[in-house]
């Protein structure tokens, strides 16, 4: 696709149960990044991938979060044993190899709204 | 540890006139600047950047400057519009830190017809 795609765009799911959000970037991409934003917050760093590089998962904010990104393209955010603080905005966003040269910005999805009832 | 902070949660400006957004970072590190506006229910959009070799980019209506000495960049829109009404976000980035985009807190901005 032209654009960065994420689903669910919503997903309601009962306090404990597991989630997967999805996420497929631009095609040619070789940065994934995955951020939340809960409400009234701004945008919380959650992990990154870089081609064949180790993933920068400092941002995970416990080991219930965990991504994966198979064949360099699509990544997949589980989050385990949901609880109510998780309810947020997820986003993910991809860019080309350097995303800090101008011109190789970062394009976003537009989100998968998680809500822990 | 915040290492890049939108010190202002919100800013009413009257249509026409410019909206002022500041941001400061921490971290000495970051050689890329950008600003990102997001509008309800949507993704983040970049707007304009800026590298830490420059102090000034211009993009139409918005201009980035950059104090790299103070540690403070700041987005001008001029003249403000109200389609310019959302959350605007800094982000910064460092090349020796992967360039993984930090972001600030975000500025709301409303703009009054």
């Known amino acids: 696709g032209a654009g960065v795609s994420q689903s669910p765009s919503n997903k309601v799911t009962e306090k404990g149960k597991d989630v997967e959000l999805r996420c497929d970037p631009i095609?040619?991409?070789?940065?994934l990044y995955w951020y939340r934003q809960s409400l009234g917050q701004g945008l919380e760093f959650l992990i990154y991938f870089q081609g064949n590089s180790a993933p920068d998962k400092s941002g995970l904010p416990s080991d219930r979060f965990s991504a994966e990104r198979t064949g360099g393209s699509v990544s997949t955010l589980t989050i385990q044993r949901t609880q109510q603080e998780d309810s947020a905005v997820y986003l993910c966003?991809?860019?080309?190899?350097?995303?800090?040269?101008?011109?190789?910005?970062?394009?976003f999805g537009e989100g998968s709204w998680l809500t822990v009832v | 540890d915040q290492q890049v902070k939108q010190n202002s949660p919100s800013l009413s400006v009257q249509e026409g006139r410019i909206s002022i957004l500041n941001c400061d970072y921490t971290?000495?590190?970051?050689?890329?600047f950008l600003w990102y506006k997001k509008y309800p229910a949507e993704g983040p959009t970049f707007l304009i950047s800026?590298?830490?070799?420059?102090d000034k980019n211009e993009d139409g209506r918005f201009t980035v400057f950059l104090n790299k000495s103070a540690k403070h960049l700041s987005l001008h829109i001029v003249p403000s519009q109200p389609g310019d009404s959302a959350v605007y976000f800094c982000a910064a980035s460092a090349r020796a830190a992967g360039n993984k985009l930090t972001f600030g807190g975000g500025t709301r901005v409303l703009v009054k017809p």
């Open positions: 095609s040619g991409h070789t940065a």
């Open positions: 800026i590298s830490s070799i420059k």
């Open positions: 971290n000495s590190m970051f050689d890329y």
């Open positions: 966003a991809s860019s080309r190899e350097w995303p800090g040269i101008s011109g190789n910005t970062i394009y």
